[in-house]
């Protein structure tokens, strides 16, 4: 039967493997990460924990199907041990690359490399705990501008204003390019942070952009039967500490540092709301303000790592744009040579950065297997490289490859760590720490019952 190689173990690239797998093929799952879930492991709120334990159960099972194979700590790339050209020298007879979208957007403001100047999906790794964001320092003060408007601007602020340990945060304070008609969060995730919604300056802040809400026909007044229900819920809330608020109409424009290489102030422009083709969209102006603040956090979306060695175009990883058949929006397509690259697909954010969640990744990848199970149906089938000649290979090249019973037994190490710690759960923030985990338990699975418990927690 064919083997299909899926890179990236998100939610896309492991649906994608199961509906290969369960087509009867063999599967090859090379992963940059340790554990497979990406976005479903690192990007959930920690305190999630139903929903991410039910994700893990429905990855399990994929997992579990025979003739997928795991290769975790594998990273692929022009800059990594493993490239695609290498990975074609092993003659899948189709790749799948679901690696999601592991760039990010830059502002390029005059600035921007001050300390304490991050991006959201960094910040985010940072406190779910993947390495190597997980041992980095991001490091926050007590006055934080997030930059951006939708859910994940929510999770960081609920992290910043309650669960985060060190909880240094005073005031956070959301910048938005456009008005608050235009905030893109869900009403529900919302409620986990509007307590801290200062009331009395948000009402000020609708006031001071009253006039240009106006412009647009929008009216200020109704507000609370939008975005923010809030106001007609908890009309008289008192503002709690630490407490959050909002600037509308406001774009960063520079960072200042102090003395200490820290960010101190940020610039900001103010924007006019005008009507373009029936779409509200937020026009810059010479008319600035400036912010003091400590910490600047950008959350405006994600894009492509052009050094993964696909196609790399304007809007990232170029595809095929015949629009004659859906399934082409899966096809790699080199414009230098005019040509689809031969077996070679995307999927998930791979293909389309920051759109949806799960769910939405979990279609497109069965939609991207789906074609390629019928693509391999009219091409002659390759000789592939067995997998015990894959590992050998990697392994020759230094590679530390985590199979899917060391995932068994890595969370069993976790488990017990949390049990030692008394938290309901825990992980490792190296992948050394990792790596020795498993080892440690690989060595004590033989040993005597009674000597594994006093192996284990030494």
């Known amino acids: 039967m064919p083997t299909v190689f899926v890179i990236g173990a998100g939610p896309a690239g492991l649906f994608t493997a199961q509906k290969l797998a ?7 799952i090379f992963n940059r990460d340790i554990k497979p879930g990406g976005l479903a492991e690192y990007g959930i709120y ?5 929903m ?3 994700l893990r159960k429905q990855f399990a099972k994929v997992l579990a199907l025979p003739n997928i194979h795991y290769l975790g700590h594998v990273p692929v790339g022009e800059n990594s041990i493993m490239s695609i050209s290498e990975l074609r020298e092993f003659c899948p007879s189709a790749m799948v690359f679901a690696v999601g979208a592991q760039a990010t957007k830059q502002l390029s403001l005059p600035g921007e490399n001050a300390d304490g100047v991050y991006s959201a999906k960094d910040f985010v790794y940072h406190y779910n705990r993947l390495p190597p964001f997980a041992g980095q320092d991001f490091s926050v003060g007590k ?5 951006g408007m939708g859910n994940v601007m929510v999770d960081i602020a609920r992290w910043l204003l309650r669960d985060d ?7 956070i304070i959301v910048i938005a390019r456009r008005g608050p008609f235009e905030a893109k969060f869900d009403k529900k995730e919302f409620a986990n942070i509007q307590m801290y919604l200062d009331r009395k300056a948000f009402r000020n802040e609708l006031r001071r952009i009253e006039s240009q809400t106006a412009t647009v026909g929008q009216d200020i007044m109704k507000i609370s039967e939008e975005t923010f229900s809030c106001l007609v819920k908890y009309p008289d809330q008192p503002s709690a500490s630490p407490r959050l608020t909002f600037r509308f109409l406001s774009s ?9 290489n820290r960010i101190a102030r940020l610039i900001l422009t103010d924007n006019l709301l005008v009507n373009r083709s029936g779409r509200v969209a937020a026009e810059s102006t010479n008319k600035t303000a400036e912010l003091d603040v400590d910490t600047m956090i950008f959350a405006i979306g994600d894009q492509h790592d052009p050094c993964l060695g696909l196609p790399f175009g304007p809007d990232g990883y170029v595809t095929n744009a015949d629009t004659t058949y859906p399934s082409a929006k899966h096809e790699v397509f080199d414009p230098a040579t005019k040509e689809v690259l031969e ?10 950065p920051s759109e949806g969640l799960v769910g939405i990744a979990r279609h497109d990848g069965e939609s991207c297997a789906a074609h390629v199970l019928q693509s391999l149906e009219s091409r002659e089938e390759r000789s592939t490289a067995s997998i015990d000649e894959i590992k050998r290979t990697l392994e020759g090249q230094g590679i530390q490859i985590v199979s899917k ?13 949390a049990v030692l710690r008394n938290i309901d759960s825990y992980k490792f923030c190296h992948d050394d720490a990792m790596l020795s985990a498993i080892e440690r338990e690989k060595s004590t699975s033989n040993l005597p019952v009674a000597l594994q418990s006093a192996v284990l927690v030494s």
């Open 22 to 28: 369960l087509a009867g093929h063999q599967v090859v």
């Open 405 to 417: 019973s060391d995932l068994v037994n890595l969370q069993a190490a976790e488990e017990r760590e």
């Open 165 to 171: 340990p060190a909880h240094t945060a005073e005031e």
């Open 252 to 260: 960063p424009f520079a960072i200042l540092q102090g003395g200490n």
């Open 343 to 352: 077996n070679t697909y995307v999927a998930g954010w791979a293909r389309k």
């Open 46 to 50: 920690p305190l999630k924990d139903k």
């Open 52 to 54: 991410k334990n039910g």
């Open 143 to 147: 006055r934080i501008a997030i930059v």
